[in-house]
């Protein structure tokens, strides 16, 4: 990365489900970085799969962002960046880093043939420098020659991801770290294209209280940002709120009251911690009431 280059961050969800609370953390350390550093903050919605996509989720992540205060620079749907991924694709298959594979169509009738696009795994070991994690490092040989399409014309997730921060600049790629084990995979396919590597920081997991993955299955609307919004939650706490998972302020008697200007001063991508961030509603209960009590004072 050139050093005067200004960084330019994404936040990428899928519109598959609500705004979920992990996806509004990811969003707010994206966007507290390119606060920081001057840089960009791009919202790209990743909607190439088309059956579990849907408008009213698009529109969940665009007005939860908007309640949070968070506000892209730049906003992009992938289901309007075919051409783009379609002339890379092309470009792979033409090198030889891609082949067109006829197989047995999944789910189809027997003897029904598919014609999907394999990525030519180079068989070898993948390093990485993770801003919160540290080296990771992966031998793709058990990944095998992976699909990276559907079809000559539709792309699936790996290829649109990388396309899409190569064709963005992206210089860092903040995100949950339920991403790690595809990065080996993307970076096979950055390598391929002659694309710049970028940065990689991956965030820590958010748990609920007794420690298991939060999930919508066990724990239900507690799981998406709507959810607090709806519980009257003032958007200033949830912010603070959703900044303490997996990240806390340097000085051990700092306050953890933090508008979004404090965390712009005090927060640090490479303090983030590696372990899973707890949901904790009482803190979040404790952050609101902060808030109003502020709010009341105002009012006075
Ligand atoms: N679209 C992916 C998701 O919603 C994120 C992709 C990424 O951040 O690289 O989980």
């Given at each position: 990365?050139?050093?005067?280059?200004?960084?330019?961050?994404?936040?990428?969800?899928?519109?598959?489900?609500?705004?979920?609370?992990?996806?509004?953390?990811?969003?707010?350390?994206?966007?507290?970085?390119?606060?920081?550093?001057?840089?960009?903050?791009?919202?790209?919605?990743?909607?190439?799969?088309?059956?579990?996509?849907?408008?009213?989720?698009?529109?969940?992540?665009?007005?939860?962002?908007?309640?949070?205060?968070?506000?892209?620079?730049?906003?992009?749907?992938?289901?309007?960046?075919?051409?783009?991924?379609?002339?890379?694709?092309?470009?792979?298959?033409?090198?030889?880093?891609?082949?067109?594979?006829?197989?047995?169509?999944?789910?189809?009738?027997?003897?029904?043939?598919?014609?999907?696009?394999?990525?030519?795994?180079?068989?070898?070991?993948?390093?990485?420098?993770?801003?919160?994690?540290?080296?990771?490092?992966?031998?793709?040989?058990?990944?095998?020659?992976?699909?990276?399409?559907?079809?000559?014309?539709?792309?699936?997730?790996?290829?649109?991801?990388?396309?899409?921060?190569?064709?963005?600049?992206?210089?860092?790629?903040?995100?949950?770290e339920d991403h790690i084990s595809n990065t080996p995979r993307q970076i096979l396919i950055q390598e391929a294209l002659g694309a710049t590597r970028p940065l990689y920081a991956h965030l820590p997991l958010i748990l609920a209280p007794d420690r298991s993955k939060l999930s919508k299955r066990k724990h239900g609307e507690a799981v998406s940002l709507a959810h607090y919004r709806n519980m009257n939650i003032a958007p200033e706490a949830m912010l603070n709120f959703l900044a303490l998972l997996g990240w806390h302020p340097s000085a051990s008697d700092a306050?953890?009251?933090?508008?979004?200007?404090?965390?712009?001063?005090?927060?640090?991508?490479?303090?983030?911690?590696?372990?899973?961030?707890?949901?904790?509603?009482?803190?979040?209960?404790?952050?609101?009431?902060?808030?109003?009590?502020?709010?009341?004072?105002?009012?006075?």
């Amino acid at each position: 990365m050139n050093t005067k280059q200004k960084p330019i961050v994404r936040f990428a969800p899928s519109p598959t489900g609500p705004l979920h609370i992990g996806g509004a953390r990811t969003a707010l350390f994206n966007y507290i970085f390119a606060k920081q550093t001057g840089g960009k903050f791009i919202l790209r919605i990743e909607d190439t799969d088309k059956e579990r996509s849907e408008k009213k989720y698009e529109e969940d992540i665009l007005s939860g962002l908007e309640w949070l205060g968070i506000k892209p620079d730049e906003i992009y749907k992938q289901s309007e960046r075919t051409d783009l991924y379609q002339k890379h694709l092309d470009a792979l298959i033409k090198s030889g880093a891609a082949y067109v594979s006829r197989e047995a169509k999944k789910d189809g009738a027997e003897g029904e043939i598919a014609e999907v696009v394999r990525f030519k795994n180079p068989n070898k070991r993948v390093t990485f420098q993770d801003m919160v994690r540290g080296e990771v490092s992966f031998d793709t040989t058990e990944l095998k020659d992976f699909v990276i399409a559907r079809s000559v014309s539709e792309p699936l997730y790996h290829l649109a991801v990388v396309v899409d921060d190569f064709e963005m600049k992206v210089t860092h790629v903040i995100r949950g770290e339920d991403h790690i084990s595809n990065t080996p995979r993307q970076i096979l396919i950055q390598e391929a294209l002659g694309a710049t590597r970028p940065l990689y920081a991956h965030l820590p997991l958010i748990l609920a209280p007794d420690r298991s993955k939060l999930s919508k299955r066990k724990h239900g609307e507690a799981v998406s940002l709507a959810h607090y919004r709806n519980m009257n939650i003032a958007p200033e706490a949830m912010l603070n709120f959703l900044a303490l998972l997996g990240w806390h302020p340097s000085a051990s008697d700092a306050s953890e009251v933090l508008s979004f200007d404090d965390l712009v001063t005090q927060f640090q991508l490479q303090r983030v911690q590696k372990g899973g961030a707890v949901l904790d509603g009482n803190k979040l209960n404790w952050l609101n009431r902060q808030y109003l009590k502020k709010k009341d004072m105002i009012v006075k």
